[in-house]
């Protein structure tokens, strides 16, 4: 490839060690397939009093007196968010602590293989991996709240060479990627603190979350888990969100990221959010890239939501101005749009796809080189039965003003991916 090493301008794509060695990636992923089997054993217990098809299910009619009682309404969980057309289970597994509430428990287990072409150093022709073993536990009455997030993962990404589950969870935020505390003084106000989702962008973490199985070239640059503080506020159609982080992970508490989402109607949607580094950090690895994590990012999020259709199209803007004193030479921008869009066919089958561009310019190298830029088109059709999903995807990767980007020689400007992921949500 030609991009130098601090420009890779795209997720997990450096080898560089983080000090973790083996020994605790291996211990993250035994803690995690521990937990994944718990999770299956319970997956299992419920899945026989699930009907068929909850997903899009209308409710059921009130009964006619006198007749059996009416059911009891669904308690889907909302946090970890879900764009579809993947949705959550409406009958968690549910137990009540008696003083201190009631909490819920739910999980994704997912595995998928992966073909692709042109393969990049260090990467193969095929992968089957197991992309998610989560559990979730969660409280979500009363004025303290939280959720914690615990297992295995990997990030199966666009344009980036693919990482095993492994390496990915001793590489990036351990065995529990995402827990917080949160407190809720009101309905309208709350306070997160902890290991926090990005507030930047319009696709979220892991897989099950997003309309596709692998994430886009505008994912890329963005954030993805940080840790910090975050206060929300929400009134009629107005949300706000402002966080105090430490940006991609570099445990430097120097970002503010904030988000602003008002709901024209039931339909129509709009967002701006936005983040940026107000000091400098010259951390640079696996996770927490060096220009990455001195930018500014700015985006600009319409969706479109009445069935059988979601549409969303985002912009997205970046910059790293030039500070050679923690190894930035030059400055350098990125600029993108995207639209993702999924198709509900029926109950149980859905189609989403996604179309996306990104430039780059000064001579920083943010992408496959100073200068160079990328499109991409990817399609994800989805077949879910209760806790239980499939999915396919055809993705193709093209770059532009480059001499390469793939391939063992990095000579190649065209990369394809087919990917198959199964799994349940519980």
């Not at 099950?208 to 940080?226: A, D, F, T, V």
């Not at 600009?300 to 259709?309: D, E």
């Amino acid at each position: 490839m030609t991009h130098d090493a601090n420009g890779a301008g795209r997720r997990a794509t450096r080898t560089t060690k983080t000090g973790k060695g083996t020994k605790p990636m291996t211990r993250s992923l035994s803690i995690g397939l521990g937990l994944g089997a718990a999770c299956v054993i319970a997956a299992a217990w419920q899945v026989a009093d699930l009907p068929a098809a909850w997903a899009q299910q209308p409710a059921p009619p009130p009964p006619m007196a006198p007749g059996p009682p009416e059911p009891a309404a669904s308690t889907a969980m909302t946090t970890p968010a879900l764009t579809g057309p993947l949705v959550a289970n409406p009958n968690p597994i549910t137990f009540d602590t008696g003083v201190f509430g009631k909490m819920y428990f739910t999980g994704a287990i997912t595995g998928m293989g992966l073909f692709q072409s042109d393969p990049v150093p260090g990467n193969s022709h095929t992968h089957f991996d197991l992309t998610n073993g989560h559990f979730m536990l969660q409280k979500t009455e009363g004025m303290v709240q939280f959720f914690t997030q615990g297992g295995v993962y990997s990030f199966p990404a666009l344009g980036a060479p693919y990482f095993h589950v492994a390496k990915t969870t001793g590489n990036t935020f351990g065995a529990f990627p995402v827990a917080y505390g949160k407190l809720a003084p009101t309905d309208e106000f709350s306070v997160l603190v902890g290991k926090l989702p990005t507030l930047i962008g319009a696709e979220y973490a892991f897989t099950y979350q997003n309309m596709n199985i692998e994430r886009g070239l505008l994912w890329n640059q963005e954030p993805i888990i940080s840790r910090g503080i975050q206060a929300n506020y929400a009134t009629g159609p107005l949300t706000l969100s402002l966080s105090l982080n430490d940006g991609f992970y570099s445990n430097n508490y120097n970002w503010i990221t904030g988000l602003a989402s008002y709901a024209m109607n039931k339909e129509n949607t709009v967002a701006v959010a936005a983040g940026g580094n107000f000091g400098r950090s010259a951390k640079n690895n696996f996770v927490t890239f060096l220009n990455q994590n001195n930018s500014t990012i700015v985006n600009l999020i319409y969706t479109y939501n009445a069935a059988p259709w979601t549409i969303t199209p985002y912009f997205q803007y970046t910059n790293v101005p030039a500070n050679p004193a923690i190894g930035i030479a030059s400055q350098g921008s990125t600029y993108g749009g995207a639209i993702l869009a999924n198709y509900n066919i029926n109950d149980n089958v859905n189609l989403a796809a996604r179309a996306e561009y990104i430039g780059s310019s000064g001579s920083n190298n943010l992408l496959y080189g100073p200068g160079s830029s990328a499109a991409s088109l990817t399609l994800t059709p989805t077949w879910q039965n209760g806790v239980y999903f499939l999915r396919g995807e055809a993705s193709v990767v093209q770059a532009f003003d480059t001499p390469g980007a793939f391939g063992r020689a990095g000579t190649a400007r065209t990369q394809a991916r087919w990917v198959l992921e199964t799994g349940i949500m519980f």
